[in-house]
């Protein structure tokens, strides 16, 4: 009999995690969402413009330097780079609330759907530094990862 209230016990929380998951997306999500147009280059006699991938390369000393300050703090150079292009992508578009989508790991489970990309949306204040912004996308990876097993499909409909 305790195996059916372990059962239980193990379908309860994954119901309170589900809306817990829910209402943090819920949350995150609210409120108007702008669509960005984001500025490119494009030949004029290509209609409609498409762009599938963009190289991109970084000198080594910029690597170098990347590398030392998240070696010698508890960001990670993902999180690093991720603030660089939230705020690469405020600066081209003029947007003030930008949202965007990383890959993440997670381990396959045949009774879960998990998503494998998580929305990241980052709101600007016009006087944070980029060591706030640093810090503030630090948080907001966080939470998501934490909440990353609510299908953001769900979100949508």
């Not at 669509?35 to 599938?52: A, E, Q």
Request: some cysteine.
């Amino acid at each position: 009999m305790g195996n059916n209230n372990d059962a239980f016990s193990n379908s309860a929380f994954e119901a309170i995690q589900y809306i817990n998951e829910r209402n943090y997306w819920l949350y995150q999500m609210a409120g108007e969402l702008k669509r960005s147009v984001f500025p490119y280059d494009h030949k004029k006699n290509l209609h409609p413009p498409r762009i599938l991938e963009t190289p991109f390369s970084c000198p080594g000393n910029i690597v170098l330097k990347l590398m030392a300050v998240s070696n010698n703090s508890d960001l990670s150079l993902h999180l690093i780079l991720m603030a660089g292009f939230i705020l690469l992508l405020n600066k081209y578009t003029l947007n003030d609330d930008i949202i965007v989508g990383t890959p993440i790991y997670t381990e396959e489970r045949a009774e879960h759907l998990s998503n494998k990309v998580l929305a990241i949306r980052q709101q600007f204040q016009e006087d944070s530094t980029f060591k706030e912004l640093l810090l503030q996308v630090k948080d907001t990876i966080a939470k998501a990862t934490e909440n990353y097993a609510y299908p953001i499909e769900k979100l949508c409909e």
